[in-house]
């Protein structure tokens, strides 16, 4: 059973730095694509950072270019999101997920993704 797990969100100030964590267990982690998403009260969920189960370039939302890195650590199947120069509209649930098989190439829509963890709340008060 595919169990993905978050951790590291908080309460920050604006400008401050937070890294995100994601555990995944009972999958191939060469084998998935993995991905950062968040959901604000009121929005759609959106893909904040993705890698493609290949590899290749990440994607970033251009909200968070330059600012957030995504990296994965495959002898610990964890999958990390750091995240720098926070502002208050980063604040929203934030969600790690797993598609297996998935290619992200520009876009990373929720849709592709199998597995998904129950989320981490940042808050980034101004």
């Known amino acids: 059973q595919v169990q993905v797990t978050e951790s590291g969100g908080g309460l920050v100030q604006a400008g401050a730095s937070l890294k995100l964590a994601c555990t995944a267990s009972g999958l191939n982690f060469d084998q998935y694509a993995m991905g950062w998403f968040r959901q604000a009260p009121g929005n759609e969920r959106e893909a904040v950072s993705c890698?493609?189960?290949?590899?290749?370039?990440?994607y970033y939302a251009d909200s968070v270019k330059g600012r957030f890195a995504i990296s994965k650590d495959k002898a610990e199947n964890t999958l990390y999101l750091q995240m720098n120069n926070l502002a208050p509209e980063d604040t929203a649930m934030y969600y790690c997920a797993m598609g297996f098989g998935a290619a992200v190439a520009g876009l990373c829509p929720p849709s592709l993704f199998d597995h998904w963890g129950q989320g981490t709340q940042v808050t980034v008060s101004s």
């Open positions: 890698l493609s189960w290949s590899g290749g370039s990440p």
